[in-house]
């Protein structure tokens, strides 16, 4: 099992260039997510998937895609790049909750950093 | 407004003594708690988690301990090891959606040898 995977581990762009962060999983997991990572932060949801067709937005959506057409792909997308968006960005991954249902644990991928100039 | 908080930057500690690091919540309907560890230019990975109805989880070197009248839980580490020298993260969820996690700044530990 490779687990969680990102593509690419850096990535600098311009203000105005768009992107698309990559994150596959091999764990059958129908729970995907992203978050950035931004010191004195912590970690701050993005966009979460529940299965393949659903997604929804997290605490800072702004400025990001995201869609989910497999259950082992969630890719993220910057439409406009921004220097705000400068952070590390990590995909994580886990089976689904639901009511009722023991919690189970995510798992990360190893990041993205991203530098936008 | 942080409804999780790790109020400690960073803890220094020496070899074989206990790491004790320390979060607060402030949302009362958070009732799963876990511990993330995260190494330089990697995922986080977990640890350790607990649920509200309990108030310690143990396993091996690593317990957690829940006060959820004070709403405060901390991570013990015993004994610490050089390889323990990593970011903790607290995160927590609540009943509504126990797929989402909400997570504090983190602490950054350094166990000295």
């Known amino acids: 099992n490779a687990g969680v995977t990102q593509t690419p581990k850096f990535q600098v762009l311009k203000t105005g260039q768009s992107m698309t962060l990559q994150c596959a999983q091999d764990?059958?997991?129908?729970?995907m997510s992203w978050y950035r990572q931004d010191p004195g932060m912590g970690l701050r949801l993005i966009h979460y998937?529940?299965?393949?067709?659903i997604t929804d937005q997290g605490e800072v959506p702004n400025g990001y895609n995201v869609s989910r057409s497999t259950t082992e792909d969630f890719p993220l997308r910057l439409l406009s790049a921004a220097p705000s968006q400068t952070s590390v960005y990590f995909c994580?991954?886990?089976?689904?909750w639901g009511p009722g249902q023991v919690r189970y644990e995510q798992y990360f991928g190893p990041g993205t950093r991203l530098t936008v100039t | 407004d942080q409804q999780v908080k790790q109020n400690s930057p960073s803890l220094s500690v020496q070899e074989g003594r206990i790491s004790i690091l320390n979060c607060d919540y402030t949302?009362?309907?958070?009732?799963?708690f876990l511990w993330y560890k995260k190494y330089p230019a990697e995922g986080p990975t977990f640890l350790i988690s607990?649920?509200?109805?309990?108030d310690k989880n143990e396993d091996g070197r690593f317990t957690v301990f829940l006060n959820k009248s004070a709403k405060h839980l901390s991570l013990h580490i015993v004994p610490s090891q050089p390889g323990d020298s990593a970011v903790y993260f607290c995160?927590?969820?609540?009943?509504?959606?126990?797929?989402?996690?909400?997570f504090g700044a983190g602490t950054i530990l350094r166990v000295k040898s």
């Open positions: 998937s529940v299965g393949a067709g």
């Open positions: 607990i649920s509200s109805i309990k």
């Open positions: 994580a991954s886990s089976y689904s």
């Open positions: 995160a927590a969820s609540d009943t509504d959606d126990g797929n989402k996690l909400v």
């Open positions: 949302n009362s309907m958070f009732d799963y």
């Open positions: 764990m059958n997991h129908e729970y």
